[in-house]
């Protein structure tokens, strides 16, 4: 176990995360600057984001210097000795909504040891609501102590989801949103998982599914939305993870696992 406390951790990832959201912010209102693609031609990446991922790489090795950083522009650490801490951080999350100038972007770093995520902040850039949570120490925003939906009828339940940006992945998404919208009482994809997660653990979604998610878009959101009484898994028993992060709260989730799996919702690329 590492020796520094979650709560510790908690305090310098709140620290980074503001700045680089202010970096984010600040570039978002006077120039993004360069607009490039990355693994598809809708798949962008903005000079701000690499930017805001220096700065907070930076800040966090000034910090600990003996810390490994995974982050999604310049990757980085695969894992981390025992007991180290390996911070992962998306720098923006919601890029194609910075873009735009939608108020729904955000940072997202979350501190992990031993494989486990202990701490973790959301902060959306644009409006500067903040979500945090330590492991066994709830999930908060605004000194406010969360508690996610107790919804239980799944055809009542407002879900969250969102699209990767492969093509045969989003058709695929596509199929099982059209087998799904007739079962449920909607859903929303609003652009930005980390933030998805962080409205799932405060009741404003009921659940939230997403196949294709890497562990910077769901590590910190995961724990607020754990913290805050979801359960968070894949899928036949499987950790939340590539194939699959669905998060509901305990009595819609096996109602939701099994829609999921009935609609192949981890099928196709
Ligand atoms: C994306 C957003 C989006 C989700 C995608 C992510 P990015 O992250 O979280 O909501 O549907 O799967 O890749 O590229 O904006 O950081
Ligand atoms: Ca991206
Ligand atoms: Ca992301
Ligand atoms: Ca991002």
Known sequence: MSEISPERLLSIAVRV????????????DEAIGD??????STDVVTAADKAVERQAVAALTAERPGDTVLGEEFGG??????????WILDPIDGTVNYLYGLPQYAVSLAAEVDGEVVAGVVRNAATGDEWTATK??????????LSCSTETDLGQALIGTGFGYDARRRAHQ????????????????????????????????DAYFEKGLNPWDHAAGGLI????????????????????????????HPVLHDLLVEVDAAGGP
């Open 17 to 28: 995360a503001r700045e680089a959201a202010a970096t984010a912010q600040r570039m978002r």
């Open 35 to 40: 607009v490039q693609t990355k693994s598809t």
């Open 77 to 86: 650490a695969a894992g981390a000795e025992p007991g180290a801490v390996r």
């Open 136 to 145: 066994g120490g709830g999930a908060w925003r605004d000194g406010r102590r």
């Open 174 to 205: 596509g199929r099982v949103l059209a087998q799904m919208i007739t079962r449920v009482r909607d859903i929303r994809r609003l652009g930005a998982a980390s933030l998805d997660l962080c409205l799932a653990a405060e009741g404003r979604l």
């Open 225 to 252: 939305a754990a913290e805050a009484g979801m359960v968070v898994t894949g899928l036949d028993g499987a950790p939340a993870g590539p194939e699959m992060v669905l998060l509901a709260p305990p009595a819609l």
